[in-house]
């Protein structure tokens, strides 16, 4: 049905070391030195490196897969990242409540702080605890940090899942609850405005979508956007886990993914935030502005050109 992985793929690629344009920058950044963007093909590393580009300011792709590779899962690959810039938009891959991630995280603001990367901001998740504990490590490395701490993305539906609603039937372990969606443009918005502008640091901002949505709604929404329809069916989390084996998902990283899943969409985030507005001054994407630009940009067509 889906994969991440493979999606992470998809999106790897263009250029991937440092970026300085020589234009007046509209914008600056902590120090003038590059923005080092992890995760910079990701759902929303890839909308902040569009945001920097456009303003002219200089930033720094890090990935595996990048120029100046960076690996979460291999410390000999930071400095390198991280010597030069400025500032760090981080990304966490698969998440900040895995066992061992928040204690790298940690490891890693230290590192940046040392190296002269003083301003972090982190991509959180909302209702984790793995996630608290590295928002935590990071404070008390002493850099200056902004928090975004985003409910489920609109965008898992476009990227991640995007085959899932190609042909019709969405599958998840995830219940009778409503989520509040957040798109991928609001957080590289709120995360560019946080790198750019000195009165976001020490915030710490909860973000959701503008209503909350089940994952019935979400696939009424973008049957309605795409004008045929899209099933949804809950599906246990072993059962989910064995389709994400089927989707390249190692057997020992499958259930861990699946359960991630099934926690995080329980119902605990079904509340709205005012922290796009908070951080922005302007209201949250609605699903349905997602729905209809995803289905013009042609994301859910079928192979051979039929909508
Ligand atoms: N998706 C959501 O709905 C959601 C909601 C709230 C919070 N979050 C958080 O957002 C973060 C990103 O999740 P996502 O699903 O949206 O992924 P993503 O950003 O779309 O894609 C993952 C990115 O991480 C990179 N990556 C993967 N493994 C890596 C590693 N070992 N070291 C360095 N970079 C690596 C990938 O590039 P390469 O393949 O080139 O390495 C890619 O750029 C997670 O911490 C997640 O908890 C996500």
């Known amino acids: 049905m889906l994969s991440i992985r493979a999606m992470a793929r998809f999106l790897s690629g263009g250029y991937a070391g440092d970026v300085m344009r020589n234009n007046i920058p509209t914008h600056s950044t902590a120090s003038n030195k590059p923005v080092l963007v992890i995760?910079?093909?990701g759902?929303?590393?890839?909308?902040?490196?569009?945001?920097?580009?456009?303003?002219?300011?200089?930033?720094?792709?890090?990935?595996?897969?990048?120029?100046?590779?960076?690996?979460?899962n291999d410390r000999s690959t930071w400095n390198r990242a991280i010597e030069g810039t400025?500032?760090?938009?981080?990304?966490?891959?698969?998440?900040?409540?895995?066992?061992g991630v928040a204690e790298n995280v940690g490891v890693f603001a230290n590192l940046a702080v040392t190296l002269g990367a003083k301003r972090l901001v982190l991509l959180s998740g909302r209702g984790e605890e793995g996630a608290q504990d590295a928002e935590d490590r990071l404070r008390k490395s002493g850099a200056d940090v902004t928090i975004v701490r985003c409910s489920v993305f609109n965008q898992n539906f476009s990227e991640s899942f995007a085959d899932a609603i190609r042909y019709g039937r969405?599958?998840?372990?995830?219940?009778?609850?409503?989520?509040?969606?957040?798109?991928?443009?609001?957080?590289?918005?709120?995360?560019?405005a946080a790198?750019?502008?000195?009165?976001?640091?020490?915030?710490?901002?909860?973000?959701?979508?503008?209503?909350?949505?089940?994952?019935?709604?979400?696939?009424?929404?973008?049957?309605?956007?795409?004008?045929?329809?899209?099933?949804?069916?809950?599906?246990s989390v072993p059962d989910y886990a064995k389709e994400l084996v089927d989707h390249g998902f190692s057997e020992e990283e499958s259930l861990p993914v699946a359960q991630l899943l099934a926690d995080v969409l329980d119902g605990r985030n079904a509340s709205l935030t005012d922290g796009?507005?908070?951080?922005?001054?302007?209201?949250?994407?609605?699903?349905?502005?997602?729905?209809?630009?995803?289905?013009?940009?042609?994301?859910?067509?079928l192979p051979g050109g039929a909508s």
């Open 276 to 301: 796009v507005k908070r951080a922005l001054g302007r209201e949250p994407r609605d699903f349905a502005d997602f729905a209809r630009a995803e289905v013009a940009a042609g994301t859910f067509n």
């Open 43 to 72: 759902k929303t590393g890839r909308r902040l490196v569009q945001r920097l580009r456009d303003a002219n300011l200089p930033y720094r792709q890090a990935s595996r897969s990048t120029e100046i590779p960076f690996d979460w």
């Open 86 to 99: 400025g500032s760090v938009y981080i990304t966490v891959y698969p998440d900040l409540s895995f066992p």
């Open 170 to 192: 969405l599958s998840m372990p995830v219940g009778d609850i409503r989520e509040p969606f957040v798109d991928a443009e609001d957080i590289a918005d709120v995360a560019f």
């Open 195 to 235: 790198l750019t502008d000195d009165s976001h640091i020490g915030q710490a901002y909860e973000l959701t979508g503008p209503r909350l949505l089940s994952l019935p709604d979400v696939v009424a929404e973008l049957s309605q956007a795409m004008g045929r329809s899209v099933q949804y069916e809950a599906v």
């Open 39 to 41: 995760g910079a093909n």
